[in-house]
């Protein structure tokens, strides 16, 4: 019986102590050749591992809390002696919306520039104290992840919040401060490699010149979204009032990431919020999502 009631406490305690993400990583290598499939199953369970398993908060999340996500990990290249990949990532994570069965995407974006070494052998590894470790190349990977999980736990923090993720964006601060480096080898950390990376995204999110966006993102979610389902009116209200705010941000910041990053997440909610208004309320809210958002405009125009 005391063995029972030990166990009863051990799983509770297990539960408490949750782990944050609820994560699925995929790997794909269809492009890789010669290369034994199981280097590509370590990798996956790897990373898994690396993701689910690792606390990235000092917070206690029961099972039900956690943030759903995924990352699709897409190998277009191997450079053959030194077990060098290069890929894409796909990152996605999404928020339940309160007193309905949906759930709201928070992130979905494609980050083009993956490079890492691996092997079956190897033990991901990383450390928010020693981000480029001691290989760069195979310290980038996890560093990459690492930078991502911030991201999802700041914008879901802010989400329920106002600007209650700053503990997180400041940690994906950090891992671009201190990324690791490679010559011309590893890129996405620096601002003068493009203007579209993950530079750019958490200098954008925590950055004065959008210093409105977060307020509008707390208020989108928490008084927009999760107030539709009793007072409809209300919560498309907020979510709609808010557009205005977008433009000015984006008049000011014109081809920014954040945007693109926020647009690719939320154009198809914003058709859904549209459709239930009044004509005359969409025709300038439709003008004002298409001239932020150029590749969803036949979206916003298709609105009925």
């Not at 010669?34 to 990235?56: H, I, M, T």
């Not at 092997?119 to 480029?132: I, K, M, W």
């Not at 106002?162 to 940690?171: A, H, I, L, N, S």
Request: charged share 25%; proline share 4%.
């Amino acid at each position: 019986m005391r063995k029972f009631f030990f166990f009863l406490l051990l799983m509770a305690a297990v539960r408490l102590q949750a782990q944050e993400l609820n994560c699925k990583v995929d790997v794909s290598f269809d492009r890789i050749q010669n290369v034994d499939p199981k280097v590509f199953q370590a990798l996956k369970k790897s990373l898994n591992e690396f993701v689910n398993n690792r606390k990235w908060t000092n917070d206690n999340f029961k099972v039900s809390e956690k943030i759903d996500c995924t990352f699709f990990l897409n190998l277009t290249e191997r450079t053959p002696n030194d077990n060098i990949y290069k890929g894409t990532l796909n990152i996605q994570a999404s928020r339940p919306i309160f007193n309905s069965g949906y759930n709201s995407p928070t992130v979905n974006f494609i980050d083009r520039e993956v490079v890492f070494r691996f092997d079956e052998s190897q033990t991901l590894q990383y450390d928010d104290n020693r981000v480029a470790g001691s290989d760069a190349l195979a310290s980038n990977l996890t560093a990459i992840i690492a930078y991502y999980s911030y991201v999802i736990l700041g914008l879901d923090y802010d989400s329920f919040s106002p600007k209650g993720g700053d503990e997180y964006f400041k940690r994906a601060l950090n891992i671009v401060n201190n990324a690791p480096e490679e010559g011309k080898s590893i890129r996405g950390w620096k601002a003068a490699e493009g203007n579209r990376n993950r530079y750019w995204l958490i200098d954008q999110i925590l950055s004065p010149r959008f210093d409105a966006f977060r307020p509008y993102w707390y208020r989108y979610h928490r008084l927009g979204l999760d107030v539709l389902s009793q007072k409809p009116e209300e919560g498309r209200k907020v979510i709609l009032d808010g557009i205005p705010t977008l433009t000015k941000i984006n008049n000011d910041n014109p081809t920014s990431i954040l945007f693109q990053f926020f647009f690719n997440a939320k154009s198809t909610e914003y058709v859904n919020v549209l459709q239930q208004a009044t004509k005359e309320e969409r025709k300038d809210y439709i003008d004002q999502l298409s001239k932020m958002d150029v590749p969803n405009i036949p979206k916003y125009r298709g609105v009925k």
